[in-house]
C-alpha cells in the first residue's frame, strides 16, 4: 500500500471518499456496492463512499436505502429527478468529506481494483490521478471513435493531456474540487478545471468491462454537447474575467475592416469613377460598421453578466429529496 497519512486533524474525516453517481441500475448497485467494500477494505484507509442517486426511476432508490440503511459508511443522497451525471457528481463534491475524492460509474464498468493505485499516484504528490481505459470495452463506431477524436480536440485547445476525459474512474484532492462548479454536461472538463487552477495531473491505465446489465444513458449526440462545452470552457477559462478582450477585438476588427472596405469604395470611385450605391462593398462597410458597434456592445454585457456570475455563486445545480447517513444538511 502507498504510504498514505493515517494521522489527520479530525479523526472523522475520511481519507477517500468514493462518489457513484446512479440513474435506473437495479441490476448493477448491489454488486458494485460489494466490489468496492471488497477492493476499499484491504487498503486499510479510511473511507465513505457515496452514492448519489440522479431521480432513477426504478427500483434503484430502494436497493440504495436497504444498503445505506445497513452500512454506515455508505451515505447516500437522493434527487428528487434526474438532473444529469454532471449535478450528481457535483453533489457528490459537496457532501463529500475526505481529503480524496474518488469518482466511479455505478454500473460495473470501471474496476475499483484500480483505486489502490490511484492512491498511491496520488501519496507520490499528485493532485488529479485520471483513468485511462486503454482497453475500452465499449462500441468503437458510437463510442470509442468520437471519444478519441474529442479527447484529441480537448489537449489541443486546452493543452491538458490526457487520453481519457470521458473516464469516469479519476481521483482528485478534495480542496481542488470544492473550487470548481460544474453546470451542464461538463463533469468530463473538471480535469481541465483543476489544471487550470494549479494541479499536477498524471494518468494510469485502468481495466473496463463491457456493460452487463442495464442501458447506457449516452449517445453519439453527447459528441456534439462535448465540443460547445469545449467552446464554453475555453472561453470562461481564458476571458472568464475579459470578455471585452474577445467581443470588442472583434468588434474593433470589424471597424478596420469596415474602414478599409470604405476606403476601397472611396477610391473606385475616384480613380475608376465606379458608382458608390451600386458598388457591393458599400453594403459591406455598411454591414462591418453595424456589426461592429454590436459587439462591442455584446462585450460590455458580457463584462456585466461576468460580474454578476462570479459574485452570485453558491447555489448548487440539483435539488436534494432525502439523505441517509449524512450529518450536515446543505
Ligand atoms: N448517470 C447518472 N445520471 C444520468 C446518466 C447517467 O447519474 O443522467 C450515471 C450512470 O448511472 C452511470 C454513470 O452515470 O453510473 C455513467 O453513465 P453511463 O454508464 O450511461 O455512461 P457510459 O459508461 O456509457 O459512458
Ligand atoms: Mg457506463
Not at 449535478?87 to 484500480?114: C, K, R, T
Not at 501519496?123 to 470509442?144: F, P, Q, T
Not at 472596405?261 to 475608376?272: A, F
Request: hydrophobic letters at 45%.
Amino acid at each position: 500500500m502507498p504510504a498514505v497519512k493515517t494521522k489527520r486533524k479530525n479523526p472523522r474525516r475520511p481519507y477517500i471518499s468514493v462518489v457513484l453517481p446512479v440513474y435506473n441500475e437495479e441490476d448493477n448497485i448491489r454488486p458494485q456496492y460489494e466490489v468496492i467494500i471488497k477492493a476499499l477494505d484491504p487498503l486499510n484507509v479510511s473511507y465513505e463512499v457515496i452514492f448519489i442517486d440522479d431521480g432513477s426511476i426504478d427500483s434503484s432508490p430502494d436497493i440504495l436505502r436497504d444498503i445505506a440503511n445497513k452500512d454506515r459508511n455508505i451515505k447516500l443522497v437522493i434527487f428528487r429527478r434526474n438532473f444529469g451525471q454532471t449535478a450528481a457528481m457535483s453533489a457528490g463534491i459537496d457532501y463529500a468529506s475526505g481529503e480524496i475524492i474518488l469518482f466511479m460509474d455505478s454500473d460495473l464498468q470501471n474496476d475499483p481494483n484500480d483505486i489502490g493505485m490511484l492512491l498511491k499516484k496520488m501519496a507520490e504528490g499528485y493532485d488529479v490521478v485520471s483513468g485511462w481505459r486503454k482497453k475500452r470495452m465499449d462500441k468503437l463506431l458510437s463510442r470509442k471513435l468520437p471519444s478519441w477524436v474529442a479527447n484529441w480536440l480537448i489537449a489541443k485547445v486546452t493543452g491538458v493531456k490526457l487520453h481519457d476525459l470521458g473516464c469516469s474512474l479519476k481521483a482528485y484532492r478534495s480542496s481542488l474540487l470544492k473550487q470548481v462548479n460544474l453546470y451542464g454536461e461538463m463533469h468530463r472538463f473538471i480535469p481541465v478545471h483543476a489544471s487550470w487552477l494549479g494541479a499536477k495531473i498524471t494518468e494510469v491505465p485502468v481495466g473496463h468491462h463491457p456493460r452487463k446489465f442495464g442501458k447506457s444513458k449516452v449517445g453519439i449526440i453527447r459528441t456534439f454537447k462535448v465540443l460547445l462545452d469545449l467552446v464554453t470552457v475555453t472561453f470562461l477559462g481564458k476571458y472568464s474575467t475579459k470578455p471585452i478582450y474577445v467581443f470588442g477585438g472583434t468588434g474593433f476588427l470589424l471597424f478596420f475592416l469596415s474602414i478599409f472596405s470604405g476606403i476601397t469604395v472611396l477610391l473606385m470611385k475616384i480613380t475608376l469613377n465606379q458608382s458608390m450605391t451600386r458598388n457591393p462593398l458599400l453594403l459591406l462597410t455598411v454591414m462591418f460598421i453595424v456589426l461592429s458597434v454590436l459587439f462591442i456592445q455584446i462585450g460590455i454585457l458580457a463584462e456585466i453578466l461576468i460580474r454578476i456570475y462570479h459574485e452570485s455563486q453558491g447555489k448548487p445545480p440539483y435539488s436534494v429529496l432525502e439523505t441517509i447517513n449524512i450529518r450536515r444538511m446543505r
